[in-house]
């Protein structure tokens, strides 16, 4: 069940995430029965979700958009959660199915928890492999290397794993998941309680970020990837719409350039839909905006601007390059975008 479902149920109890009740791991060998294969699995995201956002980001620094197919869902769920209203006939072209939900059954009949995304489906099956966001891009990094592309980084360097891990279980706790804590909290001491830790967590990694490049290391790794998919979502959906409005992210002068380098980093910011995430937030989680009115800011304009962050050294790929520009049928529209 995601964090819509618990929305839905809006009661005294604080908001909860579910695990990932599909935890099967694609990897070399293959020792669940998923070896990693070209072209096997079809990866299906919302650009609206930061969890998904991750695989996304992930699979273009990675280069794997030639083996691992991507589906774009419709940002707004309807009552059977994550639909293809975005493909001709509504239905996915690779996996002729009209709505997430279909994989799943096929993979579990009756499965009484929720659809989420990201979720990975075998092609040939149709059925869900594994809707485990916490796994899926660790897999991709260090699974799937004989298909990464030349010059792909190391996103997951073996000698920083324990700091990278350290890293991002307080970015989950308090960023990641602390401004959905906050959002749909049901009293006023839980929310304070919520708001106040992204923001003690967020001056705490500007500290970290104010001489350093990356947050781990020199280079780009997981850790900057799943702090950059909550940032670039602060000030369009956190600060409104989930309330975390201490301050914008703009406000921040060294989150904010951080999240500018990143965005303007091939493989970041050619992933991200503001119209899908600003879409999603505001029309699906009716239980704390009613009106479902989807605001007209922020200017996006800033996200272009220089950042000099260059200044700080650091080697954004390692060793390696950056990716190449993104498949055409993969392009965000103008209206998504600054
Ligand atoms: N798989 C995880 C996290 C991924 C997640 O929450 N994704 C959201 C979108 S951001 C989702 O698909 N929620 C289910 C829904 O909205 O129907 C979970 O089960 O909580």
């Given at each position: 069940m995601g964090e819509s479902a618990g929305n839905a149920s809006l009661g005294k109890k604080a908001f909860k995430r579910s695990r990932s009740h599909f935890a099967d791991r694609i990897t070399a060998d293959g020792r669940d029965g998923w070896p990693v294969e070209a072209g096997r699995y079809r990866l299906v995201v919302s650009r609206a979700c930061p969890w998904a956002s991750r695989a996304l980001i992930s699979r273009r620094l990675l280069g794997l958009e030639g083996a691992l197919s991507l589906a774009v869902a419709d940002p707004v769920q309807?009552?059977?959660?994550?639909?293809?209203?975005?493909?001709?006939?509504?239905?996915?072209?690779?996996?002729?199915?009209?709505?997430?939900?279909?994989?799943?059954?096929?993979?579990?009949?009756?499965?009484?928890?929720?659809?989420?995304?990201?979720?990975?489906?075998?092609?040939?099956?149709?059925?869900?492999?594994?809707?485990?966001?916490?796994q899926i891009t660790l897999d991709l990094a260090t699974e799937w290397t004989a298909l990464h592309r030349e010059g792909a980084p190391d996103l997951y360097p073996e000698r920083l794993r324990g700091e990278i891990?350290?890293?991002?279980?307080?970015?989950?706790?308090?960023?990641?998941?602390?401004?959905?804590?906050?959002?749909?909290?049901?009293?006023?001491?839980?929310?304070?309680?919520?708001?106040?830790?992204?923001?003690?967590?967020?001056?705490?990694?500007?500290?970290?970020?104010?001489?350093r490049r990356y947050l781990v290391g020199d280079t780009i790794t997981e850790a900057d990837i799943r702090l950059f998919t909550t940032l670039v979502r602060f000030d369009a959906?956190?600060?409104?719409?989930?309330?975390?409005?201490?301050?914008?992210?703009?406000?921040?002068?060294?989150?904010?350039?951080?999240?500018?380098?990143?965005?303007?980093?091939?493989?970041?910011?050619?992933?991200?839909?503001?119209?899908?995430?600003?879409?999603?937030?505001?029309?699906?989680?009716?239980?704390?905006?009613?009106?479902?009115?989807?605001?007209?800011?922020?200017?996006?304009?800033?996200?272009?601007?220089?950042?000099?962050?260059?200044?700080?050294?650091?080697?954004?790929?390692?060793?390696?390059?950056?990716?190449?520009?993104?498949?055409e049928d993969e392009r965000v529209p103008a209206h998504g975008r600054p």
């Open positions: 309807d009552d059977r959660s994550w639909r293809f209203t975005l493909d001709p006939d509504g239905r996915d072209p690779v996996l002729g199915i009209r709505f997430l939900g279909e994989a799943y059954d096929a993979r579990e009949k009756d499965y009484p928890g929720g659809v989420s995304v990201p979720a990975v489906v075998d092609v040939p099956s149709g059925r869900l492999v594994t809707n485990d966001y916490q891990d350290e890293v991002v279980a307080d970015v989950y706790e308090d960023v990641n998941n602390g401004v959905y804590r906050a959002g749909f909290a049901t009293g006023q001491e839980e929310y304070e309680e919520a708001c106040a830790g992204v923001f003690r967590r967020l001056e705490q990694l500007a500290g970290r970020l104010a001489d959906v956190y600060h409104g719409h989930f309330k975390c409005n201490r301050w914008k992210l703009a406000e921040n002068q060294v989150l904010w350039a951080y999240a500018r380098d990143l965005y303007q980093t091939p493989g970041f910011g050619d992933t991200v839909d503001f119209d899908h995430i600003k879409r999603h937030y505001y029309q699906v989680h009716t239980g704390i905006n009613p009106t479902a009115i989807v605001p007209l800011g922020p200017d996006l304009a800033g996200w272009l601007t220089p950042h000099h962050r260059e200044r700080l050294g650091g080697r954004p790929f390692g060793e390696g390059t950056a990716p190449g520009p993104v498949p």
